[in-house]
């Protein structure tokens, strides 16, 4: 990814967070319905994530960033997909493309490794921007996920 490219990424994610979301960002405009499913899974220090976003309407949203925070430190040097970004070395951020109402939904498929062999951890997913648009539903799109490292895919 080229330089250019991860300071705008990281432009947009930071204005994403600064932004935020939740009860005191509510206001007046388009609505929308996000939510974010999938499973992860855990082996000999690789971490699993496979994301299904998705926007159940009425508007549609023409980006949204996803949070996925982890209890225990990633492996420093991954590569991540181009729309995404390390927040640090247990946060990973990442756009989710245009989310039309009641459509197709985004996908995203990260393969991580941990800086050790945990034989568990947490994985917090959650919504931290949705380009002005309002969330009367917030629950379906915030999980919060144990994971053991027994290889089975965790269902959120």
Not at 6 to 11: A, N, T
Not at 68 to 74: D, E, L, Q, Y
Not at 131 to 145: E, K, L
Request: glycine residues 10%; charged residues 20%; aromatic residues 4%.
């Amino acid at each position: 990814m080229s330089a250019m490219r991860k300071v705008l990424l990281g432009v947009t994610l930071a204005a994403a967070l600064v932004t935020g979301t939740g009860a005191g960002a509510r206001a007046a405009g388009p609505e929308a319905d996000l939510s974010h499913h999938g499973h992860l899974s855990l082996w000999d220090g690789r971490l699993g994530v496979r994301l299904v976003s998705e926007n159940h309407g009425p508007s549609d949203v023409s980006q949204a960033t996803v949070r996925i925070a982890f209890s225990v430190p990633m492996a420093g040097g991954q590569e991540l997909p181009p729309a995404c970004l390390w927040s640090s070395d247990r946060v990973v951020s990442c756009r989710t493309g245009k989310l039309r109402a009641a459509s197709a939904p985004g996908r995203l498929a990260l393969d991580l490794r941990t800086a050790g062999r945990p034989d568990e951890l947490t994985v917090d997913i959650r919504t931290a921007w949705r380009d002005g648009v309002t969330d009367a539903n917030p629950h379906n799109d915030r999980h919060r996920v144990l994971v053991l490292a027994t290889g089975d895919p965790y269902v959120f």
